[in-house]
Nanobody
Framework: QVHVVESGGGLVQSGGSLRLSCTAS????????MNWYRQAPGKERELAAT????????NYADSVKGRFTISRDNANNTVYLQMNKLKPEDTAVYYC????????????????WGQGTQVTVSS
């Protein structure tokens, strides 16, 4: 069975920090791009950060650039999101996503999601 489980959410004051973790099992973790999405109430889900399968490249939404850092530990099937200088607008449910598109097979995609973890930033 595939399992993707987030942890580390909670309540933090504006300007504070939080570290989210996501541990996966049931698939070859090192082959997957890992993403952190977030969704605030009444808003569409957005991609906050992404990291390549090897961990050599990352990208961030403009809204979190310079404040958030995504990293991964393939030996332990874990991806992290370090969030610094948090703002109230960062309040959202954060979802861990694993995605793999096999090269040369455009009709195939593997896409796994965690249950989400709540991050609340107070002003």
């Amino acid at each position: 069975q595939v399992h993707v489980v987030e942890s580390g959410g909670g309540l933090v004051q504006s300007g504070g920090s939080l570290r989210l973790s996501c541990t996966a099992s049931g698939f070859t973790f090192s082959r997957y791009v890992m993403n952190w999405y977030r969704q605030a109430p009444g808003k569409e889900r957005e991609l906050a950060a992404t990291i390549t399968s090897s961990g050599t490249s990352t990208n961030y939404a403009d809204s979190v650039k310079g404040r958030f850092t995504i990293s991964r530990d393939n030996a332990n099937n874990t991806v992290y999101l370090q969030m610094n200088k948090l703002k109230p607008e960062d309040t959202a449910v954060y979802y861990c996503n694993a995605r793999h598109r096999p090269p040369g097979v455009p009709s195939k995609m593997f896409d796994y999601w965690g249950q989400g973890t709540q991050v609340t930033v107070s002003s």
